[in-house]
């Protein structure tokens, strides 16, 4: 399979310096002529003049991060990346190509994740072309191509991972960024290595739940979120009162019943897990009356 070749051109400067001497040399030699000087030398002296004429054409400028894909009648001859002034076949065609580092982002792409649910997702893919040939010659348009393989990418990532993660630990659109981000730029790059890019790098833009079902999700969202701050909050009662029996059987302050120690444990809980302040109540009498 044919690669990428480097060359270089003659010095642009020098090979002006030696047209421009040539064409001085046969511009004298034909103002030599008279009329007993045969057609065929005139015809000579003019051919020559406008064949060095058209060797200036060879000219070309490759300035930095730049280069020029030579092809002479179809047939690859190379590519020259090094920036400066330089002279090639003139019958060559050139193609310029810019070696910079350049941005894309993809537009929002509506999409179901792994559960199902629609959502919106946008990327930002950052490339660089990195082998000529390839750009050129493997693909028809390296800069359409990289539009669509993003965002055919993005699709399949989109649907293999959930929105939201469900289980600890569990990889998610939203909440595991670096995750998403590596995978994202592993799956471009293996679709853009037939093209010669490189993916610099590659990270979600925007990320939302689909108009039509962000509302029920944002409830979802709330509803997991107290439940989870509920958790906390019991497991935390539930261990300041352990505490809190402990240290009075440790120390003896007062002797306590099953049922007295069940009652210390309800009003404990209800005191620590209401969300407002409680009030207390006196009892003047006993538990048993």
Known sequence: MAREKEIRGLSGWLMVLVQIAILAVLIGGLSQTNRATPPFVVIAWILAITVDGLCFAGMTVVNPTEAKVITLFGVYKGTIKESGFWWVNPLTTRRRLSLKV???????LKVNDHDGNPVEIAAV????IVETFEAVFNVDDYEHFVHVQTEAALRILATTYP???HIEGEISLRQSLGEISDRLRGEIQERLEKAGI???EARISHLAYAPEIAGVMLRRQQASAVIAARQKIVEGAVGMVEMALTEISRKNVVALDEERKATMVSNL?????SER?????VNTGTLYQ
């Open 102 to 108: 350049r941005n894309f982002e993809s537009g929002r």
């Open 269 to 273: 809980l209800v005191v620590l897990c």
């Open 125 to 128: 893919v950052v490339w660089r």
């Open 277 to 281: 302040g409680v009030e207390p109540v």
């Open 163 to 165: 929105y939201d993660a």
């Open 198 to 200: 490189n993916v610099i």
